[in-house]
C-alpha cells in the first residue's frame, strides 16, 4: 500500500478557498523547484519536513526556505508551514508546491530522506541535473550547492 506523507485531502482542508496556490503549486511541482527535502523530526503526533525551493524569478538565486509540519491528534491530521518568501503567509505556492511532492512521496521514502542524508541526496540530484537524463530546472552553480548543504547542517 502506498501512503503519502500528506493526503490530497489534507492539502485541500489546508488551502481552504484559495484556488490560486494550488493551480501556481501543481507548476512549481512540475517544474521540479522543490530541489530538496527532508525530514527533521518524526514521532507519533508531529512530523516536520525542511525543503528548499527555487525562486521563478532568480533560478540560481537563494531558494526559499519552507517548513511543513503535520501534527497528527486523535486521527485527525493538521497541517501548518512556513515559507522564507515575501507572501510568507504560509499558503504560498512554495508551500503548495512542497505539500503535492510530499502528496507523492511514500511514508517509506521519507524515512530514506533522514536529515543528515541531506548532503548526499543533494549530490545525487545535481549529478542527475548534470547528466541531463532528467529535465530538472535545478541550479548549476557550485555556491548554490554549499549554501544549501550548510544550510542543513547548521540548522540540524
Ligand atoms: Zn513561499
Redesign the pocket.
Known sequence: MFTSVVELTDILSFIGDFKRPLIEGTQVMKCNHIVEFGCVENNNKTLKIVAM?LKTSDLSGKP?E?EVIKTTNNGSVQLSAK???K??SGK????VGLMLKLQKTSIEELDERSCTDLPQQWGKLGQAARGGSHPVAAPRSEDLKQEIRSYFLQSY
Not at 92 to 95: E, M, N, V
Request: a positive charge; charged letters at 10%.
Open positions: 525551493c526559499h519552507l515559507c522564507s518568501c507572501a510568507g504560498c505556492k512554495h508551500i
